[in-house]
């Protein structure tokens, strides 16, 4: 199973809108409503922001927000703040039982 | 509150086996799928592998690097998840997470380093 192919980097100043793609295959992305996203900052661990393509966990904000057409997902974030500098991760169920992590995006807030 | 914590990472040479456990409370843990994940040093996170609920079956699913090698077995008396890790390469090096199977809780991880 290949990894979900996703930007490297993205960035953006304050209150800017950006979007993360999150590219699979027929397989993974395109086969199921289970796209989750996961947030992380240096050192820590990973943080659930979106499940099942559009969902936000309770305690998220809403300027995250998720979205699938066909094999491609994306996560955008409104209303930049500094504290949304991170990485981001991509994930999907796929047809064979397993899932796949993409292999990650660095948001930089300028 | 939902709690996570890994133990048992540790320096091992290539070939060798170690045993990671995670132990989980503030939740139902027998009704819980649990996963695996790990993030070798600068790099992406990387799935493992996971186990059913015993009432689900009990069943694993692995990724195609580790199948043969690992083992994820759990204790729902201790409610304990493991990971059993034989035959480890330099590239299984990696910091390794346990978590719930959707990602809504994970542990702070526990470093394995694979090198002779």
């Known amino acids: 199973q290949s990894a979900l192919t996703q930007p490297a980097s993205v960035s953006g100043s304050p209150g800017q809108s950006i979007t993360i793609s999150c590219t699979g295959t027929?397989?993974?992305?395109?086969?199921?409503?289970?796209v989750s996203w996961f947030q992380q900052h240096p050192g820590k661990a990973p943080k659930l922001m979106i499940f099942d393509v559009s969902n936000r966990p309770s305690g998220v904000s809403d300027r995250f927000s998720g979205s699938k057409s066909g094999n491609t997902a994306s996560l955008t974030i409104s209303g930049l703040q500094a504290e949304d500098e991170a990485d981001y991760y991509c994930n999907s169920y796929t047809t064979s039982s397993t899932r796949v992590f993409g292999g990650g995006t660095k948001l930089t807030v300028l | 509150e939902v709690q996570l914590v890994e133990s048992g990472g540790g320096l091992v040479k290539p070939g060798e086996s170690l045993r990671l456990s995670c132990a989980a409370s503030g939740f139902t843990f027998n009704d819980a799928w649990m996963s695996w994940v790990r993030q070798a040093p600068g790099k992406g996170l990387d799935w493992v592998g996971r186990?059913?609920?015993?009432?689900?079956?009990?069943?694993?699913d692995y990724a195609a690097p580790v199948k043969g090698r690992f083992t994820i077995s759990r204790d729902d008396s201790k409610n304990t998840l493991y990971l059993q890790m034989n035959s480890l390469k330099t590239e299984d090096t990696a910091v390794y997470y346990c978590?719930?199977?959707?990602?809504?809780?994970w542990g702070q991880g526990t470093l394995v380093t694979v090198s002779s």
């Open positions: 978590a719930t199977d959707g990602g809504s809780n």
């Open positions: 186990i059913r609920s015993k009432t689900d079956g009990g069943t694993t």
């Open positions: 027929s397989s993974d992305v395109g086969a199921y409503n289970h």
